[in-house]
């Protein structure tokens, strides 16, 4: 990201790659691909976008709801050139990066959040170190946490140092040792190459957990010669001495930036797979003196504290209150021409591990427009071959209307995604000249200072906070904004990234319709087998002898298309197939779930005929419990009763002459309306409350309003006796969801 193709890092990775890298038209990463079998290039930009988008889709899938917000992590060491490239990338998607988060403080952040017991903020602030090593880079960091504050001290890091280089280190034991043994060159062959890889990584892995020795077997590796060798732990350490012995440098340097004695620190949190090797993690201990901890999840850290800083930066979500202050990895300093004589002021404004954000005010004095150049100032700590960060023209710059020079104030700002700018400038007018010249710009800087801007929020930039001095009431002045033209290492610019936000647009959408069309296919090849598979078991009854080898053949003659000339065809031809299939295949799937069905729901029908058939006699008898039921009513209820007795009859008779292959006489949906007609006629008759009988009762304050009545309870005892029906009777029941809280 954000780097030339002939970037020596570029070139070096170049030569790892199962893909070719190409020079861009602007001297940018390309990657050569088969898209639509054809070969395209895309930028580095475009293939991280492609990324997100999957990101995008899965988090979306996941959450059911459109996703816009995201932050996104990048390695400290991460230059401006780097992170613009990444936030390009976010672009293209079209997902708002809320904050390109460094990773050791998305840890930090993931840390801190959950711990309840960090010290109050008047007690000493506790210190934690992280340790991450991941598949490409080591990193670590300090932080001084407080219960509601977590502040970067400093971070340092091998930018070179990861799993990936142990697995190098077995990849290349195990080459010669083929060449020797088998005669054959791995690195002659790129598939088998990767296949190595991965298989040294599986070995890596046990031998983490097992010292003894561990084979390496893999099956027809090349030319169908199968290959197999074996490593132990300790020779695996051997092996890898020179990278364990990387470890400390980056923990020496961290120390000594912070100036940081190991007993300071608290903890030593790891994270990231290599962090898993033995030897790593002994040698991290054996560094601060003590054990390491493992309360973070290893792969997941970083991702969770993102996660975390994109709920606390959106409205959506309520997060306690936890400010996160994070530090310049790289210290970066203005260069310009003074005026009068011909000579360069530079001037570091941000040293190493400054807070961030940050934005700070410069005063020049300058009679016309000028030039300032950012730069990091110590290039041997940047892996990054370029120093310069940017050159920035303040415009419009002129003397005042005494010839003097003007005062131009200029904000300069590392931003919440620790990318450096030049946000704004503007000339005060008219100013009393206070000083003579070419001020001394060094000592208005610190006097300008201003504090972090500690909710990360960039919509101040613009305006709003003026400095302090501009409001002094002695002269009054003007502030008159002035426009910047900045000339950034590695920009993509507008026009570039708007034809890549139209092609990621158009590749989404193909994407799509390819989806579409292989969910259609997918549906007839599904239709197929699962259909099949019935046709000789559960639904073999249900279609007759002729039929059943009509449909067979076409199922097997599908199978044979979808194979052959049906293998690539636009989505309707497909589900055109699907139609024609279930033209055949629906009756008999109905002709089966009716036969399913049907015997349930007429026992149901019966039971509830048989209820209502009881009252029915029990009010003939003059049963207590239906006396109060009107003798018409209860009228209705028989003739219901019996005509729907009669129907079931002549229901089950019909079918009864009906074989399983033959359509059904009666359906379910039939015999579900009837059971629906009787119960709308007899139910609410037959559950006619009794009229109250004003019955003498002891006074009982407490119950006066209530209804209760001791009646009541037999009413009670009655509905528990009745049939449940479809939930009916225990509405409750269907307002319960049970949640799965995770
Ligand atoms: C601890 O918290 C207080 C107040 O919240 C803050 O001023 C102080 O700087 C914090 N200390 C650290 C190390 O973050
Ligand atoms: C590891 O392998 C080396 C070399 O093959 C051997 O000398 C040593 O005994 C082995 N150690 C273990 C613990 O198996
Ligand atoms: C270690 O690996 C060896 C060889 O694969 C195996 O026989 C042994 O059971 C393993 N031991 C443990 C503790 O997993
Ligand atoms: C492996 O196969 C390739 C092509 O089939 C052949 O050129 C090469 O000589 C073979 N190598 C060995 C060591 O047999
Ligand atoms: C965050 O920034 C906004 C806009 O600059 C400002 O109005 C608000 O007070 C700030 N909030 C905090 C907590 O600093």
């Not at 009655?718 to 939930?727: A, D, F, L, R, T």
Request: hydrophobic content about 35%.
């Amino acid at each position: 990201h954000g780097r030339a193709f002939n970037d020596p890092f570029v070139q070096k990775e170049k030569e790892k790659l199962s893909y070719d890298l190409v020079p861009m038209k602007n001297g940018g990463v390309g990657v050569k691909v088969m898209y639509m079998d054809e070969e395209h290039i895309f930028s580095v930009e475009q293939i991280s976008a492609m990324l997100l988008t999957k990101l995008k889709e899965t988090a979306e899938s996941n959450l059911k709801k459109p996703v816009t917000d995201c932050v996104i992590s990048v390695p400290s060491f991460f230059t401006d050139a780097e992170r613009r490239s990444l936030l390009d990338a976010a672009q293209i998607v079209g997902l708002n990066c809320l904050r390109l988060m460094n990773d050791m403080t998305a840890v930090a952040l993931n840390y801190g959040i959950y711990k309840q017991d960090l010290p109050a903020p008047e007690e000493k602030p506790r210190i934690v170190v992280f340790v991450d090593m991941g598949h490409s880079a080591f990193q670590v960091s300090a932080c001084a946490f407080n219960k509601s504050k977590l502040k970067v001290l400093g971070t340092a890091f091998d930018p070179f140092l990861g799993g990936r280089n142990f697995d190098g280190k077995l990849v290349d034991y195990f080459c010669a040792e083929i060449k020797s043994k088998y005669k054959l060159d791995p690195k002659a062959k790129v598939r088998a190459l990767l296949r190595l890889y991965q298989e040294c990584e599986k070995l890596k892995k046990l031998m983490s957990s097992n010292s003894t020795d561990i084979p390496l077997n893999i099956e027809c590796f090349m030319n169908d010669t199968d290959v197999s060798g074996k490593m132990n732990r300790s020779q695996f350490e051997e092996l890898c001495a020179d990278l364990l012995q990387r470890i400390e440098m980056p923990l020496l340097s961290l120390m000594e930036q912070t100036q940081l004695k190991v007993e300071d620190v608290t903890a030593v949190e790891i994270v990231g797979g290599a962090t898993r090797i033995p030897a790593v993690k002994e040698r991290i201990a054996k560094f601060f003196g003590k054990d390491v901890s493992t309360t973070l999840n290893a792969d997941e850290a970083i991702a969770r504290g993102c996660a975390l800083q994109c709920a606390i930066l959106s409205p959506a979500f309520k997060v306690r209150e936890f400010s996160v202050t994070d530090a310049t990895p790289f210290p970066i300093s203005l260069l310009w021409n003074t005026e009068a004589e011909d000579t360069e002021g530079v001037h570091e404004v941000f040293s190493r591990n400054h807070a961030a954000p940050f934005s700070k005010v410069l005063t020049f004095y300058r009679k016309g427009p000028f030039e300032l150049e950012a730069f990091y100032s110590d290039p041997n700590g940047v892996p990054y071959p370029e120093s310069k960060i940017g050159r920035y023209i303040i415009q419009n710059v002129a003397a005042q209307k005494d010839g003097e020079k003007s005062k131009v104030k200029v904000k300069v700002r590392v931003n919440t995604h620790g990318i450096f700018s030049v946000s704004t400038a503007s000339m005060v007018e008219p100013v009393k000249s206070e000083e003579s010249e070419d001020v001394n710009v060094e000592t208005e800087v610190e006097s300008q200072d201003q504090r972090p801007i500690e909710n990360s929020s960039d919509t101040n930039e613009k305006k709003g906070d003026q400095p302090p001095e501009a409001k002094k009431p002695k002269i009054k002045v003007k502030n008159v904004d002035l426009p910047i033209e900045a000339n950034l290492v590695w920009e993509l610019g507008k026009e570039l990234l708007n034809m890549y936000i139209e092609t990621e647009g158009k590749m989404i959408m193909q994407d799509k319709l390819e989806k579409e069309r292989n969910d259609a296919k997918n549906a007839v090849e599904e239709y197929v087998y699962e259909f099949r598979d019935k046709l000789s078991g559960p639904y073999e009854k249900f279609v007759c002898e002729k039929d059943l080898q009509g449909f067979s053949a076409l199922l097997t003659e599908t199978e044979g298309w979808l194979y052959e000339e049906g293998e690539d065809e636009a989505k309707q031809v497909y589900v055109d197939k699907l139609e024609d299939l279930k033209k055949l295949g629906t009756p008999i799937e109905t002709r089966y779930q009716e036969a399913e069905e049907r015997p349930k729901l007429l026992e149901e029908l019966g039971h509830r005929l048989q209820y209502y058939a009881t009252i029915a006699g029990e009010f003939r008898n003059k049963d207590e419990k239906y006396i109060h039921i009107d003798e018409m009513e209860m009228m209705k209820v028989e003739k219901c009763v019996s005509e729907v007795v009669e129907w079931m009859n002549n229901a089950v008779s019909a079918q009864a002459k009906k074989s399983l292959d033959q359509d059904p006489a009666v359906h379910s949906s039939e015999i579900k309306a009837k059971l629906q007609e009787l119960n709308n006629v007899c139910e609410p008759v037959v559950t006619q409350p009794k009229p109250k009988v004003d019955s003498p009762k002891e006074e009982n304050p407490l119950n006066e309003r209530s209804d209760f009545k001791p009646e009541d309870m037999g009413e009670d005892e009655k509905n528990s006796e009745m049939p449940q029906q479809n939930g009916e009777c225990h509405p409750s029941d269907q307002n319960t969801i049970s949640m799965d809280l995770d």
